[in-house]
């Protein structure tokens, strides 16, 4: 069944409206009637499968049939701080991250960056970025939309990681390799990963980052653009600790 966003707010109207591009949709691209049903998350967990009451040029009302139970969450929370890229690769990036499972997204200003946010654009990309993860989650069938943070200096994000049972560091210099990862001691639940900009991350960076509890880990010989790193590290966390391949620390 196809799957529509809902605020929570119009979730608990009686009945349920679905408004905008997507009533359109419903009834001009998708030819729905009255009495097909469809499903709607409000992007806080909530899912419902739904009946069509009734359409209009922009309004689609729905009542609620049954609460369906998301098995589509990633069993870990994954975020993934990025040093800040151009918008066109950011904007990609949102999409991808939130098709692999990661729970929330921390942009940080690092020294090496080359693309700086634009203060009087900041809003606007706040808003696509939003917009961009919501018709993700519709796609791959998440119930929840990465959590998007405003754009944070190197030292911000460090303390965002303070909660977290694993701080990953990922440094083309140098560091641990990914076997290491194995022999974590217990499966973490609350996992951090910090990426750098184009530019990569510096020396003193990277001791701050040690200081702060993470573990420095590089990703083989070769040099990945930093879009692909990030990419590659959302992938290799939900392998060994997520819902993606096999879960190695509970496959002893």
């Known amino acids: 069944m196809r799957r529509f966003f809902l605020p929570p707010e119009s979730m608990s109207s ?3 409206v679905i408004e ?3 009533a359109r ?8 009637v009255p009495g097909d049903t469809l499903v709607v998350f409000d992007g806080t967990g909530n899912e419902y499968k739904a009946q069509i ?16 139970v998301p098995h589509t969450e990633s069993p870990v929370e994954i975020t993934l701080a990025q040093g800040y890229l151009k918008d066109k690769k950011m904007d990609e990036l949102v999409r991808r991250l939130t098709e692999l499972g990661v729970t929330r997204w921390v942009p ?9 946010p634009d203060a009087r654009r900041s809003s606007a990309r706040y808003e696509r970025w939003h917009k961009i993860s919501l018709e993700a989650v519709k796609q791959c069938r998440r119930s929840k939309p990465l959590v998007i943070e405003s754009p944070l200096s190197f030292e911000q994000a460090l303390q965002q990681a303070q909660s977290s049972d694993l701080r990953l ?16 001691p217990a499966k973490p639940m609350r996992i951090f990963l910090m990426v750098g900009p184009e530019g990569g991350f510096d ?9 702060h509890g993470f573990r420095t880990v590089h990703l083989g010989p070769r040099i990945l653009r930093a879009e692909t790193a990030a990419l590659a590290v ?13 879960n190695v620390l509970d496959n002893p």
């Open 234 to 246: 959302s992938v290799l966390a939900q392998y060994l600790f997520g819902d993606l391949g096999q």
């Open 20 to 22: 905008g591009q997507d």
């Open 203 to 211: 020396a003193v960076e990277h001791d701050a980052a040690e200081i």
């Open 25 to 32: 949709h419903i009834g001009t691209v998708l030819r729905l």
């Open 53 to 68: 009451l009734s359409l209009g040029d922009h309004q689609v009302r729905i009542r609620l049939l049954e609460r369906l």
């Open 14 to 16: 009686d009945p349920p």
């Open 169 to 184: 560091f990922f440094w083309e210099t140098g560091g641990e390799d990914l076997a290491a990862l194995i022999k974590t």
């Open 108 to 116: 940080f200003i690092a020294r090496r960056c080359v693309a700086q």
